[in-house]
Structures are given as C-alpha cells and as structure tokens.
C-alpha cells in the first residue's frame, strides 16, 4: 500500500479558494490513480474526483465539476485538488486515496489519508 498524507485545508468565506496536496510515499507513484473524497457532518462519505496514473483522464462528481480540478505531479509524488467557487455545503473532511484502477478509486480505493479539514462559511 501506498501511505498518503493531506495538507492544505482550512477555513474559506463562501466563495473563495483553496488548494489541497495529498504527498505520497513510494517509487511507483505514477502507476497509481490517485483521487479526493469528502465526509461532511452527518454525511457518509463521497466520491469527489479521480485521476488516471498518467494524469490523462479525469473524473467527478457532477456538483463540482467546474469549480474543482484535480491534478498531479508524479516528480513530485503529489496530488491536488484545486477547489474554487467554494460553497458551504463544501464543508467537509477531505481524503486522500489511491488504487491500481481508476474504476476501483471512485468506489473502494485500496489507501486512504487521514484526512483534512474543509470549512467553508456562508
């Protein structure tokens, strides 16, 4: 397994934006696809976007398509999630996940982060 640790969370006024990382350990980053989900209050957890090994194909869920951009580095064995036009229904904790298929990543990925922290006010 591939270990995955998020950074760049925070508190954001309706609107705004913020910029996820999510650094992974291994050499052989760039054979996974990489994606974020999000957990908010009260809420199971849900698919927000995915990227193919090779940063070729993209997918996401439809209520942040135009606003998101996932991305990634493979020198640097980094993802992104460019989050703009941010709305608190936003809010959430926002993970980090791996696995061997871009399939599989929008449904059950093999690694998780831990997580980080999404506020957005109204």
């Known amino acids: 397994q591939v270990q995955l640790v998020e950074s760049g969370g925070g508190l954001v006024q309706a609107g705004g934006s913020l910029r996820l990382s999510c650094a992974a350990s291994?050499?052989?980053?760039?054979?996974?696809?990489m994606g974020w989900f999000r957990q908010g209050p009260g809420k199971e957890r849900e698919f927000v976007a995915a990227?193919?090994?090779?940063?070729?194909?993209?997918l996401y869920r439809n209520s942040v398509k135009g606003r998101f951009t996932i991305s990634r580095d493979n020198a640097k064995n980094t993802v992104y999630l460019q989050m703009n036009s941010l709305k608190p229904e936003d809010t959430a904790v926002y993970y980090c996940?791996?696995?061997?298929?871009?399939?599989?990543?929008?449904?059950?990925?093999?690694?998780w982060g831990q997580g980080t922290q999404v506020t957005v006010s109204s």
């Open positions: 990227i193919s090994g090779s940063g070729g194909s993209t």
């Open positions: 996940a791996a696995d061997n298929s871009l399939v599989v990543i929008t449904s059950s990925p093999g690694s």
């Open positions: 291994g050499r052989t980053f760039s054979s996974y696809a």
